[in-house]
């Protein structure tokens, strides 16, 4: 993916903040209240060109590098993490196809999503557990030309919006593949929609596969090593959550500058009093070290995934602690208003909640960074 120079980011960022408050924050209450995808956001985006930076331009994308999609998500989610979450998962999900797919199913696939015309999701999730990934019983067999499916994927983000999910599953006593799924291959449904705390805009629902079949030439790679082309695909999604939970946070602090600028208790604006500028710092600085740290993480993967594995984790639990004091906080210093749905810092400290769970809870990212740390 092609990388740009310091000025370039910079301006790219401006692009970024203008298209984000012009065509995704007038949706954005409307989308939580509703609970309707955010499909004016991500068309927003995609005339663009925006949905198509995680592609390859060989495949109609626009070839971003990582950190070019970090800052697009980060301003995305600044207004609306809901269109964020759409924007990452896309470029998530399809990330083990690019990376160890056949170049003949790449282009199956990933033009029309590339172009913002169809929606892609991932699965890996299930039932019985998210932590323990290698314990999944979704079991993947070889029939002739197919592959047959079995197993339920759960809490699956663009479930039933999306044409194409890539999924994880056995296909031997320790070994895992990756095959992509079309909505209307035979044996596949989905649960109902989960009614959640935030993110409300983003379908949420079980993937069932009973009997799936699916033409042999759309499994990617080598059928036994899925575990690990989702390993180092695990390692580009986390710093995307991580930009997902920055956005947010960087969000609820402009809210709460512009607020408490504003409103007036004894006879002055709140923001003269000491204690409330001190809160103000704090969050300011948490954002700031969060982007440090993020920005560190993108760079070490771009020289080498599996070297960045760790930075990956400590990025992605960082922002997304962050995420959620800064949210806290933001609601805090707007008040009795903060409370309410008419003030974004609301929605945004519902939202900022699942950043801390998905893409591996925060506490297995302790564990990964621990294990590291400790090189054992
Ligand atoms: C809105 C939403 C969208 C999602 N989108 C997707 C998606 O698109 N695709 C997908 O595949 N999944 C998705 N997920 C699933 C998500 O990634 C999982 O919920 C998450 O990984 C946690 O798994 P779990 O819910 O089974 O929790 P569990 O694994 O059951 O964990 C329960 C608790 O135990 C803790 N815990 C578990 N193991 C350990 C340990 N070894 N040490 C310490 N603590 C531990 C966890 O941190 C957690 O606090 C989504 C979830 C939500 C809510």
Redo the contacts with the bound molecule.
């Keep these: 993916m092609q990388a740009m120079d310091k000025q370039a980011y910079e301006s790219f960022r401006d692009t970024m903040r203008r298209l984000a408050v012009n065509k995704v924050a007038p949706h954005a209450a409307e989308v939580d209240r509703t609970k309707q995808p955010p499909v004016k956001s991500h068309a927003g985006l995609s005339e663009a060109g925006i949905v198509g930076l995680g592609f390859p331009e060989e495949f109609g994308g626009q070839s971003g590098d990582l950190l070019s999609q970090v800052i697009a998500v980060e301003e995305t989610a600044r207004v609306c993490a809901t269109t964020g ?1 759409t924007l990452m ?1 896309g470029w998530a ?1 399809l990330d083990p196809l690019i990376r160890f797919g056949a170049k003949e199913l790449i282009g199956q696939i990933v033009p029309s999503v590339a172009e913002g015309k169809t929606i892609a ?13 290698p314990a999944l019983k979704t079991r993947a067999v070889r029939e002739g030309d197919e592959w047959v499916i079995n197993g339920t ?7 039933s919006w999306a044409e194409w999910y890539l999924v ?1 599953a056995r296909t031997g006593e320790k070994a895992y593949g990756i095959f992509m799924v079309h909505r209307n291959d035979p044996g596949l449904s989905f649960g109902k929609l ?1 009614s ?1 705390m ?2 409300r805009g ?1 379908p ?1 629902a079980d993937v069932i596969f009973e009997n799936c079949r699916i033409p042999a030439s759309r499994a990617i790679g080598d059928t036994t090593k899925g575990y690990e082309y989702m390993t180092v695909s695990l390692t580009i999604s986390r710093p995307l959550i991580g930009a997902q939970a920055l956005g947010i946070a960087q969000g609820a602090l402009d809210e709460a500058v512009l607020y408490t600028r504003d409103r007036k208790q004894f006879g002055q604006s709140v923001s003269r009093f000491q204690m409330v500028r001190g809160m103000i710092a704090e969050m300011a600085v948490k954002v700031e070290a969060s982007r440090s740290l993020l920005y560190r993480a993108v760079e070490a993967i771009e020289e080498n995934p599996t070297n960045g594995r760790t930075l990956a984790s400590m990025a992605k639990m960082l922002c997304s602690d962050t995420a959620m004091q800064v949210a806290t906080d933001a609601v805090q210093l707007h008040g009795g208003y903060g409370y309410l749905e008419d003030y974004p810092v609301e929605r945004m400290m519902r939202d900022a909640k ?1 950043t801390q ?8 990212q ?2 990964i960074i621990a294990k590291s740390v400790y090189a054992d």
């Design positions: 979450l998962t999900a999701g991932w699965c890996l999730t299930e039932p019985q557990g998210g932590s323990d990934l994927k759960r809490f699956i983000t663009n479930a994880l989960e959640k935030g993110l983003s949420t699942i769970i998905y893409e591996g809870t925060n506490q297995i302790r564990l």
